[in-house]
C-alpha cells in the first residue's frame, strides 16, 4: 500500500481544505529586506586541524597581513604553523538594523583544515555588495561536527569545517533606507497568482473600509499609504500584515527521486484510466572456467568464458482503472488500489501525466 500519499492528510487534516493565512506570510513588503554580508578571514587556536599552508598558501598570506598589522614583522621567516584555518564569513544584515546590534555569522574552512572546533574567528570586516563594511565579526567558533581518524580508519560525524558564532558580528553601518518618506508601497506575492492578489487587494480595502490597495498583476499589490491615514507608514504596515487570507495553490505534485517522497495539492486531479505496471530484471552472470593441461604434459593454462543471461519478468498488478477523481482522498484510494511501491508511483504518476490525464504541474527534484 502506498502511505506516502495520506501522511500529508494525517499530519494535518486542515490541508484537506486550507484555511486563511496572514498576510505576512503571503507576500515580501517592498523595501523591507535583508542584505548579505561575507568576509574573509582566520581562525586560530586549532587544536593540529588547521590548514596545510603548502596545499593552502592564500592561509599564510592572510596570516602575514594580520601579524603585520598588528606591528610583528614576518617578512622572510618560515613560519607553518598547524593551528590556523582560512575561513569565509557569512551573514544576513536584517531589515532596520542599527549600529551597535549583533548578528550571528556562520563560518567555513575554504582550505584543506579538519575542523574548526575550539577555535577563534579574529576580526574580521564584513562586506556588502556595495564593497562597503557593514559588520565586523569576531569570537569563539561553534562547530557541531567531530572527526577522528587512525592510520587505518577514519570516521566523520556531522560537518566540522563549519560553524557557527551566536551574535558574533557588530553592526557598524547602517541601510540608507527610510521607510516613513514612502509614499506607495508593493506587495510582493512569494507564490505569484491573480485570485490570491485580487482577494489580497479586496482584504485590505476591507480592512480600511476604502480603496487603498489595488492589484497590479499576479504577484503585485500596490498599497496607498496615504490612502490609510495611518500615522506612519509602520503603522499602516502594523495594521495590515495580520490580515487573514485565504491562498489559491496551485494543482500540483512534487517528486523527490532520490528520497521516493512524493506529495500531491489539494486540487490535483486524475481523469479515468488504465494502469498496468510489471517489473522485468535482467541478470548476467561471468563464471568463467580454468582449463589447466594434464600433470607432466606440455601445454599452458587457459581461461574459458561462460555467461549465464537470464530475464525474469513479475507478474506485475495487471490492468488496473482509476476512475475520475474530484478529491484528493478519491485520488489516493485509487492509486492506493495500484498496491505498489513509491518509487514504481513515481513512474506510474509520470505515465499518466504523459497521457494527460493528471491534471497538475508534475515537479520532480
Known amino acids: 500500500m502506498i502511505r506516502v500519499f495520506v501522511f500529508l492528510l494525517l499530519i494535518c487534516p486542515s490541508l484537506a481544505c486550507a484555511g486563511a493565512i496572514r498576510l505576512k506570510d503571503l507576500v515580501d513588503f517592498d523595501g523591507v529586506r535583508g542584505n548579505d554580508l561575507v568576509g574573509y578571514g582566520l581562525v586560530v587556536g586549532l587544536n593540529g586541524t588547521g590548514d596545510g599552508l603548502r596545499n593552502s598558501p592564500f592561509t599564510e598570506e592572510i596570516m602575514s597581513s594580520i601579524l603585520e598589522r598588528l606591528g610583528v614583522n614576518v617578512n622572510g621567516e618560515d613560519f607553518r604553523p598547524k593551528n590556523v584555518a582560512a575561513v569565509l564569513v557569512t551573514a544576513t544584515l536584517p531589515p532596520f538594523a542599527r549600529v551597535g546590534g549583533q548578528i550571528d555569522v556562520t563560518v567555513s574552512a575554504i582550505g584543506d583544515s579538519k575542523g574548526l572546533l575550539g577555535g577563534t574567528l579574529v576580526m574580521t570586516p564584513l562586506n556588502a555588495a556595495d564593497g562597503q563594511i557593514y559588520a565586523v565579526a569576531q569570537g569563539t567558533v561553534l562547530a557541531g561536527g567531530a572527526a577522528a581518524e587512525g592510520d587505518a580508519a577514519a570516521v566523520v560525524r556531522g560537518v566540522p569545517t563549519s560553524g557557527v558564532i551566536p551574535s558574533g ?157 474530484t478529491t484528493l482522498s478519491e485520488v489516493v484510494a485509487g492509486l492506493n488500489a495500484l498496491g505498489v511501491s513509491p518509487r514504481d508511483m513515481i513512474d506510474i504518476l509520470k505515465t499518466i501525466k504523459a497521457a494527460g490525464a493528471l491534471h497538475a504541474e508534475f515537479v520532480v527534484r
Open 169 to 325: 558580528a557588530r553592526i557598524e553601518r547602517e541601510i540608507d533606507f527610510e521607510l516613513s518618506a514612502l509614499t506607495q508601497m508593493r506587495l510582493a506575492l512569494r507564490e505569484p497568482d491573480f485570485t490570491t492578489a485580487g482577494r489580497i487587494e479586496n482584504a485590505i480595502n476591507s480592512e480600511f473600509n476604502r480603496a487603498v490597495a489595488v492589484m497590479r498583476d499576479s504577484g503585485t499589490v500596490e498599497l496607498n499609504i496615504a490612502a490609510t491615514r495611518a500615522p506612519s507608514t509602520a503603522h499602516a504596515i502594523g495594521r495590515i500584515e495580520n490580515i487573514l487570507v485565504e491562498p489559491e495553490r496551485k494543482a500540483r505534485v512534487v517528486v523527490d527521486q532520490r528520497s521516493g517522497t512524493i506529495v500531491m495539492g489539494r486540487d490535483v486531479r486524475i481523469s479515468r484510466v488504465a494502469v498496468s505496471q510489471g517489473n522485468l530484471t535482467l541478470r548476467v552472470e561471468e563464471a568463467p572456467i580454468a582449463i589447466q593441461p594434464n600433470p607432466f604434459a606440455r601445454g599452458e593454462t587457459v581461461v574459458v568464458p561462460r555467461t549465464v543471461a537470464d530475464i525474469e519478468e513479475d507478474e506485475g498488478t495487471g490492468l488496473a482503472e482509476i476512475p475520475d477523481a
